[in-house]
């Protein structure tokens, strides 16, 4: 069984910064890449930010582009988003996933992810 478990959301003012972590435990697994997701109430869930596991070059939505930032910290099996310059449109529930599909190194789209975190709700105030 493979978990991931968000952090780091919460509330912050407009222009604020806010840094999410997802963690991954359980057995070991081989993924292509792990990626964030949001989801506003009302909307689809929709792409952020995704890193391929080997090589580790990251990808980005382009409204988000210069503002978050993906990484990992291998040792610890961690990934983070670090979002700067926050707007009131970027409140949502933010989700970590992980991908065991090679199809995830091209496609950013949810169904190419089989692992998720339960979320984290980041609410920015205008």
């Known amino acids: 069984q493979v978990q991931l478990v968000e952090s780091g959301g919460g509330l912050v003012q407009a222009g604020g910064s806010l840094r999410l972590s997802c963690a991954a435990s359980?057995?070991?697994?081989?993924?292509?890449?792990m990626g964030w997701f949001r989801q506003a109430p009302g909307k689809e869930r929709e792409f952020v930010a995704r890193?391929?596991?080997?090589?580790?070059?990251?990808d980005y939505a382009d409204s988000v582009k210069g503002r978050f930032t993906m990484s990992r910290d291998n040792a610890k099996n961690t990934v983070y988003l670090q979002m700067n310059s926050l707007k009131p449109e970027d409140t949502a529930v933010y989700y970590c996933?992980?991908?065991?599909?090679?199809?995830?190194?091209?496609?950013?789209?949810?169904?190419?992810?089989?692992?998720w975190g339960q979320g984290t709700q980041v609410t920015v105030s205008s």
């Open positions: 996933a992980a991908s065991t599909y090679s199809g995830s190194l091209y496609s950013i789209t949810p169904e190419m992810y089989d692992y």
């Open positions: 359980g057995r070991a697994f081989v993924r292509y890449a």
């Open positions: 890193i391929r596991w080997s090589g580790g070059s990251t």
